[in-house]
Nanobody
Framework: QVHLEESGGGSVQAGGSLRLSCIAS????????LGWFRQVPGEEREGVAA??????????YYADSVRGRFTISQENDKNTVTLSMNDLKPEDSAMYYC?????????????????????WGQGTQVTVSA
């Protein structure tokens, strides 16, 4: 059973930083797409960042609202994906979810579509105060 578990959320002031981690257990796709989404109550789940895990080298994907402030990366153990968030703003406050899918999801048209992802973590809350 694939299991994703996020950690690292919390409360910070605007301008601060947080680092979210997601450990993927029993996820052995040779080609996969690992993404971070966020959601606030009453709104759609929003794609924040995604990266391709597999052969070759591809640039990660970012939402325009976070590009230049957030960085998605994979730890050396390859089962941990992190989201480093800098210069946080109050509008970044949300529940953040880690998600995993097959590699085909990591495409310009698909990476931010939540229904393309098969596996999800339980979420970790990020709150940014003004």
């Amino acid at each position: 059973q694939v299991h994703l578990e996020e950690s690292g959320g919390g409360s910070v002031q605007a301008g601060g930083s947080l680092r979210l981690s997601c450990i993927a257990s029993k996820f052995d796709y040779s080609s996969s797409c690992l993404g971070w989404f966020r959601q606030v109550p009453g709104e759609e789940r929003e794609g924040v960042a995604a990266m391709y895990r597999g052969g070759g080298s591809r640039l990660p994907y970012y939402a325009d609202s976070v590009r230049g402030r957030f960085t998605i990366s994979q730890e050396n153990d390859k089962n941990t994906v992190t989201l480093s968030m800098n210069d946080l703003k109050p509008e970044d406050s949300a529940m953040y979810y880690c998600a995993a899918a097959n590699g085909a999801t990591c495409h310009d048209a698909n990476w931010r579509v939540s229904s393309k992802y098969t596996y999800w973590g339980q979420g970790t809350q990020v709150t940014v105060s003004a």
